[in-house]
């Protein structure tokens, strides 16, 4: 009958596995590698392209839905009755521009990288293999061998 694992043992068996490990470092360096890919995109690429298209910053393009109002105090004296603050209402598309610049940076980058990865493989996979030994004599090979060479020296 087959033992029951606990829950643990499941666990550390599954934890243990190379593909959840490999997962996890996936998983850490590219968290890591976020900051660089926005640092590119944010003070590299995006000034380059809003100076060709108009030296705007995407991050700013929005089309204002509800325009904002300030809050207002009240004044008596002169008439003013309080106003609450309405927050502006807009949906912005720079920031979703440059989203979709990040995810295409992103994207070119870990194909580039798969690319060199599958070429190294490709270049392991050419390399010629050292050729098989030949397999090693059985028992009765050596014996027969052996019966040969001695019919052959008392021939002589």
Do not use: H, W
Not at 14 to 20: K, W, Y
């Amino acid at each position: 009958m087959a033992e029951k694992k606990t829950i643990i043992q499941e666990f550390k068996e599954f934890i243990a596995r190379g593909n959840v490990i490999d997962m996890a470092v996936g998983i850490i360096m590219g968290g890591a590698f976020t900051p660089i890919v926005n640092s590119l995109v944010n003070d590299i690429v995006m000034p380059g392209i809003g100076l060709v298209v108009g030296k705007m910053n995407f991050s700013d393009l929005k089309i204002v839905l509800q325009e904002g109002v300030a809050a207002v105090e009240a004044d008596e004296a002169a008439g003013i009755a309080a106003v609450e603050a309405v927050p502006e209402v807009a949906i912005c598309y720079g920031n979703f521009i440059q989203v979709i610049i990040n995810f295409l940076i992103v994207a070119f980058c870990v194909f580039i990288l798969i690319k060199g990865i599958n070429k190294l493989k490709r270049k392991e996979k050419e390399k010629p293999a050292d050729p098989p030994k030949p397999p090693e004599p059985t028992k009765e090979e050596l014996l027969l061998t052996e019966i040969r060479d001695l019919l052959k020296n008392s021939k002589e």
